[in-house]
């Protein structure tokens, strides 16, 4: 769903502008900070024909290669007006949220100001108070997906499924609670947390967890079944969803992960190492032990992981949006999918297959698992 008139743009960027260059039709834009300028292995050619083959109205994708940043966008942000996608589209994160927040806290855990193993409820309230097992949820547990927590709570009550550390089992509502635990440890918001640690140092200026005006100039609108919904506009931070961002700037924060991945101090040599393995073909799992597990979908401190083939990964969905990332330390390169409508996760596969050709057995596992 890309209109014929369609104008695709990619950009480049490290840090440091340079002048604008016509290409091929093309509107590129290179930014150099060190070594050789690269360009994406993506081209905006192919990202248009993606979108018009798998019924996708808008997307961006940040491409990282060691250190360099290239953005390729095409398509329409909004379906009523034909307003183009960019490069600097602001975009529902969703849960790409999750792996900025884990960035925050392994820094905080690095200065000492919070501890991965302390139990939470000792400076902040237990979720559940009727249940024992609340009081030994540690940070650690909530970063893993192994709190024995719901998804979302939604209607449902809230309740501890199972005890602690026992097995994995996605839950935002974890987040929310490590949200909190931040709170009560840096003693201020949370969204002022994250543009301390993470939006300020890596130049992400376009990015917040609370709405702001300013988001409004170049905001791609959520669509279902090819037809405009209403907007997200959170006003205050929620650690599990609210982030919003453009392509270029999740590039940047892809770019430094892709960085801290290489560390070999702790707890940055945990952040991608599987502490936990998933349900076989269950990303949600909270009744029984499971009788089995993926051989090659884990968990690490934040980031889903594929242990076999040294990458890692995390998907977001909203209504009318959804979005995909994945790194590879191996080869210092990685990239990231935002797309303004529910269709977005069926350019993964395709994606993947140009940038990291292979198998991926999380991508298999998310297209059986995440709807549409």
């Given at each position: 769903m890309v209109c014929s008139g369609s104008r695709n743009i990619s950009l480049t960027l490290h840090l440091k502008p340079a002048p604008f260059q016509p290409e091929s039709g093309k509107c590129v834009i290179h930014y150099f900070a060190y070594g050789v300028d690269m360009q994406t292995d993506l081209s905006s050619e192919q990202l248009e024909d993606l979108l018009n083959s798998r019924d996708v109205i808008g997307a961006s994708v940040a491409v990282v290669n060691d250190?360099?940043?290239?953005?390729v966008s095409a398509g329409l942000r909004d379906v009523e007006?034909?307003?183009?996608?960019?490069?600097?589209?602001?975009?529902?994160?969703?849960?790409?949220?999750?792996?900025?927040v884990s960035y925050a806290v392994l820094q905080l855990v690095e200065s000492g100001v919070i501890s991965l193993d302390e139990p939470v409820a000792e400076y902040v309230r237990p979720l559940v108070a009727d249940d024992a097992r609340s009081q030994d949820i540690?940070?650690?547990h909530l970063l893993t997906h192994t709190a024995g927590l719901q998804n979302l709570r939604d209607k449902e009550q809230l309740r501890i499924f199972y005890t602690?550390?026992?097995?994995?089992?996605?839950?935002?509502?974890?987040f929310m609670y490590l949200q909190?635990?931040?709170?009560?440890?840096?003693?201020?918001?949370?969204?002022?947390?994250?543009?301390?640690?993470?939006?300020?140092?890596?130049?992400?200026?376009?990015?917040?967890l609370e709405w702001n005006d300013a988001l409004a100039t170049d905001e791609a609108i959520p669509h279902e079944s090819g037809a405009p919904v209403a907007g997200h506009r959170t006003p205050s931070a929620n650690a599990s969803y609210s982030l919003k961002t453009t392509a270029k700037e999740y590039g940047a924060f892809l770019a430094a992960a892709l960085g801290k991945a290489r560390s070999d101090k702790q707890p940055?040599?945990?952040?991608?190492?599987?502490?936990?393995?998933?349900?076989?073909?269950?990303?949600?799992h909270l009744e029984g032990l499971p009788n089995a597990f993926e051989s090659n979908v884990g968990w690490g401190l934040g980031?889903?992981?594929?242990?076999?083939?040294?990458?890692?990964?995390?998907w977001g969905k909203m209504p009318g949006m959804r979005a995909f990332v994945m790194g590879s330390p191996r080869s210092n390169s990685g990239f990231v999918l935002f797309a303004n409508c529910n269709t977005g996760l069926r350019l993964m596969k395709p994606l993947a297959e140009i940038i990291f050709p292979g198998e991926h057995p999380a991508i298999r596992l998310l297209?059986?698992?995440?709807t549409e």
């Open positions: 250190g360099t940043v290239s953005v007006t034909n307003e183009l996608v960019n490069p600097d589209t602001v975009f529902d994160a969703a849960s790409l949220t999750k792996p900025l540690t940070v650690r602690p550390g026992s097995w994995f089992s996605y839950s935002s509502l974890g909190m635990a931040i709170e009560a440890k840096t003693g201020e918001p949370f969204e002022v947390t994250m543009r301390r640690l993470v939006f300020d140092p890596l130049g992400m200026q376009m990015s917040s940055w040599r945990d952040w991608l190492s599987p502490a936990v393995m998933v349900p076989l073909g269950s990303i949600i980031w889903g992981l594929e242990p076999q083939f040294g990458t890692f990964f995390q297209l059986e698992e995440v």
